[in-house]
């Protein structure tokens, strides 16, 4: 199996349906013993220090690992992934472009993924299958989500954990429901956790490597991680093109708000934790979510992979003790 990398979240299906292996290379940088040594290779290629350090993560993992093509979504995520795909370009990688309309045209989106599945030679029934397939993994990804905020079983970090890898089944998704199973198993036998503050985490997956465990260490719980949550495809459908117009994250600010006001009435949420990767974007759409989020909110800023600084330790604990007063 040739292994297909991608930079975020796409209609994993294809990839499956072709017989390769999926790679989300996001977490392939996060998970990595020493994250901060790939955003320093980057950085000695040539990357500018004020890059966003999921991009540079993101090249010098694609670099360094033997894929047969990386998958670069250039709209509908990071506005840099233009300037990563020709550096990948640069080292001889195969690229394969990759658009998710910002209209949420059903018809642009079925092109391009029409498109895609040309370029791996299946065919809309092969597609569905494997959806068929990967669509019972994802409910036990919703059963996990809703054992996190309904019954108080799952802790936020096994929350994100799992979600966020169900954006490539951790490169096998068998496996991945295999070790699903255990654990949702497991977990049902625990005793539900009460008394904590109750906390909605949105935005990208955080660059920190300790954000979970140490908000538990202040008696806080991320009841909600939004991206993470969105990447399982949490909504039943027969079609894969209605299937990835659902999906909120690649269409803006205002299409991930009505999701995101609808889990925080119905989790019970205290406050709302907003992560804002260092010179991204998305940085500008705080704005949007600080006028229209009517609870009490943070916004985090998220720079070099590594555990919490103490600045931000700092004000978490602050946000956390006023949530409990």
């Known amino acids: 199996m040739g292994e297909i990398g991608f930079t975020t979240t796409i209609p994993v299906e294809i990839v499956i349906a072709a017989k390769k292996k999926p790679v989300d290379l996001n977490n392939l ?23 966003c350090g999921w991009i540079k993560g993101l090249y010098s993992v694609a670099v360094k690992r033997s894929l047969e093509a990386v998958i670069a979504v250039i709209q509908g995520d990071c506005s840099n992934t233009q300037a990563l795909m020709e550096t990948l370009q640069l080292k001889g990688i195969n690229i394969i472009p990759f658009a998710y309309p910002f209209d949420r045209d059903r018809k ?52 994100h954990y799992y979600l966020v890898s169900s954006s490539d089944f951790n490169s096998d998704p ?68 209605e299937q990835y117009l659902n999906y909120t994250y690649p269409y803006g600010a205002f299409a991930r708000l009505e999701d995101i006001q609808e889990q925080l009435e119905q989790r019970m949420v205290d406050g709302v934790i907003h992560y804002t990767q260092t010179f991204c974007y998305r940085q ?11 609870l009490p909110f943070l ?9 919490v600084d103490a600045r931000t330790r700092m004000r978490l604990e602050a946000f956390v003790n006023m949530l409990k007063a």
């Not at 895609?116 to 036990?140: S, Y």
């Not at 719980?221 to 894969?240: A, C, H, L, W």
């Open 29 to 51: 940088f996060i998970s990595s013993p020493r994250p901060q040594e790939l955003v320093d290779a980057a950085e000695q290629e040539g990357y500018p220090r004020n890059t």
């Open 299 to 307: 916004t985090l800023e998220g720079d070099k992979p590594g555990k």
């Open 284 to 294: 500008i759409e705080d704005l949007i979510y600080r006028e229209k989020i009517k």
């Open 174 to 241: 068998f496996k991945y429901e295999k070790d699903l199973r255990n654990f949702i198993d497991k977990a049902k036998r625990r005793s539900p956790c009460k008394g904590q503050v109750r906390l909605a985490y949105i935005g990208v997956p955080p660059i920190f490597t300790d954000l979970y465990e140490v908000l538990e260490s202040m008696g806080a719980r991320v009841v909600f991680n939004e991206v993470q949550r969105q990447f399982s495809m949490p909504f039943k459908t027969g079609d894969i093109f």
């Open 108 to 159: 642009t989106l079925e092109t391009q993924i029409f498109k895609l599945m040309d370029f791996f030679q299946v065919g809309i029934d092969d597609v569905l299958r494997v959806k068929a397939r990967l669509d019972n993994i994802r409910r036990l990804c919703w059963e996990l989500d809703s054992m996190t905020w309904q019954d108080d079983l799952v802790s936020g970090l096994e929350n």
